[in-house]
């Protein structure tokens, strides 16, 4: 392959959810892939984020994963042939017919002794929406609706009570027309200019030069607002709130706007019409509030009350106010309540179904949202069709000619609880658990309890160690398909060549192990093994998969890779020709009534507050330089060399109590396990607040964070565990992360 013959392949960021387009360039050697720049990229107009710009790094990293293994036996320890070496596992090298045959077997084996629902399933936010759609296929053939992605660890609670309030489990706007059209950013619990740095720079601080206002609620000080470069203004402001009372703080916005309503009607705090024509449940609102007291609230939040009237005042006097939502809204016990109030101070205020509103979550990773769109969720199927509706799921079975379980099945979070009890089996593809999972060290503990688990990826992530087969899988530049970004843009992504011969695409793999269970020959591994038309899983390439896609997801149908093109279109998309939907609920909602729904909601603290042994509040987030687990950009050297080991932010009040130095070791400790890290001394944190981050697996906040779950979305509450700080502690080294070297 030469660079010399071979145009540059367009195709999309693999990283956070912003669907920034790139370019790859193939060199001579098929691991030789170089980033550039794509120009006129319809996201990113050709900016890229340093993680972008640093992306190829990866694809030829020295611990890719490049054939098959499988755990040695006790019996097969001494004897020859190629060992590798997982924490205290070994693995042989395998044939892909070994692996393919003994990964049948298991599979058959555990349905046959404990029924369907002993197997789980884990889709993927770093793969295509074919390769989803593929898996949760699969597992519903299998027999089960066991099958989940990771944003039941992000935004489950998001898309949960955006679903169900006003339709659709998604950003109800476009991030053009929040440049455009936005008067009032209201930002909540994110941080798009350290997690989303494109939408921040290209949309967001666009508007922000035109006049727009910046209100961000968060207990963490952090490049947003000084990347707006606003924060002395009038135009901006930063409520630090204490982790964990997001609900009284918007009760208070709440109130005051309903007061000030009440003691001048005329005065536009409220939308009447809107509410009248378009909403219910705004008198259970104002029965909810009713007793409220906004000074206790105000204490409880630790911001002054004067404070948050003001915000209240700008975000109800603007013609156009739009939230946006994060992590540190969605990932605590009252996750669902705590996006739910947004929900209430965009409707009661008019501020949805027209340019530059609505409630916006900023998704995390390159195709979360697509995972969810095509079903790789326990509770729906494609399309955000529920699995217990008869009619929608006759629908699809009418397509796929199979039956489909109509039960919900268990989240991520609970078929790991549920590992080497109900559970038996578990197949991972481009997941880590060990690491995204809350209680991290007795998710591995559970792991290693379970009869077979298959592990599918590009590198030998944490828990690979607790495989019996691993799959050597193509990383996103090898590879085509599409991917829906953090607005709803489905775009097309495009490979270059493989850089290692025996790796394989998920697609692949998936039709394989599909075609082998259920394929209607007899001899499993046989070319004319065929499942019935709709249920095959035999398909010659992405596009053949994304066709069928289409068949079941109503808001993709009007989509087809032609009319991707290179722009994308916005979904819902529901008849070719269709130009899809910038933003959402001009007319109506997609509820069942019409209407959007406001339910007032009261404070629910979280699960651990502060004690006498644990006296501090531990709460995470993401950095620029890494994401999520870290499997890829742990071993970026550029990504490592601005950030190469985790670190705590302390504020100054907490470590002169301590005695705690700027840059000293320190081991961060709660009731489930401890991480020794840095400590930077610093006023971004409140007194009583400690921060930290989940990138690093020397020092995961996974392994302090709590498993408590919202009852409703199984979200865990990740923002907010008690902790406690001990010093004089030895650093681990140079760095305090194994994969974090500028080798």
Not at 73 to 78: G, L
Not at 442 to 449: G, I, K, M, T
Request: hydrophobic letters at 30%.
């Amino acid at each position: 392959m030469s660079s010399d013959n071979q145009e540059p392949i367009k195709t999309i960021c693999p990283y956070c959810g912003v669907g920034c387009g790139i370019k790859v360039q193939p060199g001579e050697e098929p691991g030789d892939v170089q980033f550039m720049p794509w120009g006129d990229a319809p996201v990113n107009e050709g900016r890229i984020c340093i993680k972008g710009g640093a992306a190829t790094e990866v694809v030829d990293h020295e611990d890719r994963l490049t054939n098959p293994l499988i755990k040695a036996d006790s019996d097969e320890q001494s004897s020859s042939g190629s060992r590798t070496s997982f924490g205290d596992e070994e693995f042989r090298e395998a044939s892909w017919e070994e692996a393919y045959e003994y990964i049948v077997d298991e599979l058959e084996r555990i349905r046959d002794e404990y029924g369907p629902d002993a197997m789980g399933f884990f889709g993927s936010s770093k793969v295509m929406n074919e390769e989803n759609y593929l898996l949760q296929k699969l597992a519903r053939r299998y027999g089960t609706n066991n099958v989940d992605n990771c944003t039941r660890m992000c935004h489950a609670s998001t898309v949960w009570a955006l679903r169900t309030s006003l339709g659709a489990g998604a950003m109800t706007n476009s991030m053009q027309d929040l440049r455009e059209e936005a008067d009032v950013f209201w930002i909540q619990g994110a941080n798009p200019g350290e997690q989303h740095p494109i939408a921040n720079s290209q949309y967001f601080r666009q508007a922000i030069l035109e006049g727009a206002t910046v209100i961000q609620v968060d207990p963490h000080a952090n490049k947003t607002t000084r990347s707006f470069q606003i924060d002395d203004t009038d135009r901006h402001q930063h409520l630090q709130l204490n982790p964990g009372t997001d609900i009284p703080l918007l009760n208070i916005v709440l109130k005051t706007i309903l007061e000030k309503h009440d003691e001048n009607p005329y005065e536009g705090w409220i939308d009447e019409v809107f509410i009248e024509e378009r909403t219910e449940g705004f008198e259970h609102l104002r029965e909810t509030l009713e007793d409220f007291d906004k000074e206790a609230a105000a204490e409880e939040c630790g911001v002054p009350l004067e404070a948050i009237e003001l915000a209240a005042e700008k975000y109800a006097m603007a013609n156009n106010a739009a939230i946006f939502t994060g992590m540190g809204m969605s990932q605590h016990a009252c996750g669902v309540d705590n996006v739910q109030n947004e929900i209430n101070l965009a409707l009661i205020t008019g501020n949805l179904g027209r340019p530059g509103t609505g409630v916006n979550p900023l998704r995390g990773q390159n195709n979360v949202q697509g995972t969810c769109d095509v079903g790789a969720m326990p509770n729906v199927l494609p399309g955000y069709q529920l699995v217990d509706d008869d009619e929608a799921r006759e629908s699809v079975e009418e397509v796929w000619g199979f039956e489909i379980p109509d039960e919900p099945g268990l989240t991520n979070v609970e078929i790991s609880y549920e590992a080497g009890d109900s559970i038996k089996g578990l197949y991972v593809m481009g997941e880590n658990p060990v690491m995204s999972e809350p209680d991290a060290n007795a998710v591995a503990e559970r792991l290693a309890d379970l009869e077979f688990t298959v592990v599918q990826d590009i590198f030998p992530t944490e828990t690979a160690e607790y495989a019996d087969v691993i799959l050597p899988a193509t990383t996103w530049a090898e590879r085509g398909g599409t991917v829906t970004n953090t607005d709803r843009r489905v775009q097309r992504m495009r490979g270059v060549g493989k850089v290692h011969e025996n790796t394989k695409h998920d697609r692949e793999i998936l039709s394989e192990i599909g075609t082998r269970l259920f394929g209607e020959s007899e001899e499993r591994g046989s070319a004319e093994s065929r499942t019935p038309s709709g249920g095959k899983f035999d398909f010659e390439d992405p596009e053949e998969i994304f066709e069928e896609l289409r068949q079941v997801c109503p808001s993709y149908h009007g989509m087809t890779y032609d009319l991707l093109g290179e722009e994308g279109l916005h979904w819902p998309c529901y008849e070719p020709g269709d130009e899809g939907d910038p933003f959402l609920y001009e007319h109506e909602f997609d509820t069942e009534s019409g209407r959007g729904h406001i339910e007032g909601v009261a404070h629910q603290p979280p699960a651990e507050t502060p004690d006498d042994e644990y006296p501090l509040i531990l709460t995470t987030a993401r950095l620029e330089e890494h994401y999520n687990t870290g499997t890829m950009s742990t071993r970026s050297p550029t990504l490592n060399k601005q950030t190469p080991e985790n670190f705590v932010d302390v504020h100054p009040t907490d470590a002169e109590r301590y005695g705690i130095e700027d840059d000293e070791y320190v081991r961060l400790r709660s009731r489930r396990g401890e991480i020794t890290l840095e400590a930077h001394v610093t006023e971004d944190t409140k007194e009583g607040v400690v921060w930290t981050t989940p990138h690093f697996a020397a020092a995961s906040a996974n392994k302090l964070t709590n498993h408590v779950l919202d009852e409703r979305s199984k979200i865990p509450e990740y923002k907010a565990a008690a902790a406690e700080i001990d010093v004089d502690i030895e650093p681990l080294g140079e760095t305090a992360d194994p994969a974090a070297t500028d080798d």
